[in-house]
């Protein structure tokens, strides 16, 4: 589905699309949020924390590419009081459902796939060739500043963007009623932009000039 046949682009309990588009995702009701053990929603915070923010919370730094030595996090965390365990952080990177984090071939270092704010970190991610269209997910009181500047990546190395809306919905509940934006991706390809898509699925960019931006028609 292109931008231009996209109508409606707000979440009020059900995505709804333009009838033109059957094939379009719809979601019923409220997002459903995975029960997952409080312990591991810890670990997976802190963990999003030191491998994408803060590294220096347990007196480390990240490499050039973004890893961590798995056995060193694990002292300089419990060292600093978070207490961590190889089981907890192998049981968080295999059941997180957005798939945040990522281990080496070798198992011996983790990473954050994306989401970095700390400078210098370079995922060596190879450019790909996106669809016509992506997705982004926010909110109201955020809107007036993108029609005006576009979508800018701010504190993080890039900005993200979801390959389709149901994901988009949810990135943009963690704030309030999402609003769905859609991004004409294509042809922001075809003007030299570059795209690259993170391990765990997000596409990247450097930023989305408004001009390759679809906005609802039922904003305030």
């Not at 997976?44 to 730094?61: A, D, I, N, T």
């Not at 963007?161 to 991004?183: N, W, Y």
Request: hydrophobic share 40%; proline share 5%.
């Amino acid at each position: 589905m292109v931008c231009g046949l996209l109508d409606v682009l707000r979440f009020r309990g059900t995505l709804q699309s333009d009838p033109r588009n059957r094939g379009a995702p719809s979601v019923s009701g409220t997002i459903a949020i995975m029960k997952t053990d409080p312990k591991l929603v810890s670990t997976s915070k802190f963990l999003s924390l030191v491998l994408r923010h803060q590294p220096e919370v347990v007196g480390m730094s990240l490499d050039d590419e973004g890893w961590l030595d798995i056995d060193e996090l694990i002292a300089n965390s419990n060292k600093h009081g978070k207490p961590l365990t190889i089981e907890a952080l192998h049981e968080v990177v295999a059941t997180n459902d957005k798939k945040r984090f990522a281990l080496s071939e070798d198992g011996l270092r983790i990473r954050a796939s994306q989401g970095h704010s700390v400078s210098g970190v370079d995922l060596k991610l190879d450019e790909k060739t996106p669809p016509d269209s992506l997705y982004h997910g926010t909110i109201a009181p955020f809107i007036h500043s993108i029609q005006a500047h576009g979508l800018q990546k701010r504190s993080r190395n890039h900005v993200h963007l979801s390959a389709d809306q149901t994901t988009a919905i949810k990135v943009g509940a963690r704030r309030g009623k999402p609003v769905i934006l859609c991004v004409a991706a294509g042809v922001m390809h075809q003007d030299g932009h570059l795209f690259y898509l993170s391990a765990n699925g997000v596409w990247l960019v450097d930023a989305v000039p408004t001009g390759y931006l679809s906005f609802p028609k039922d904003l305030p």
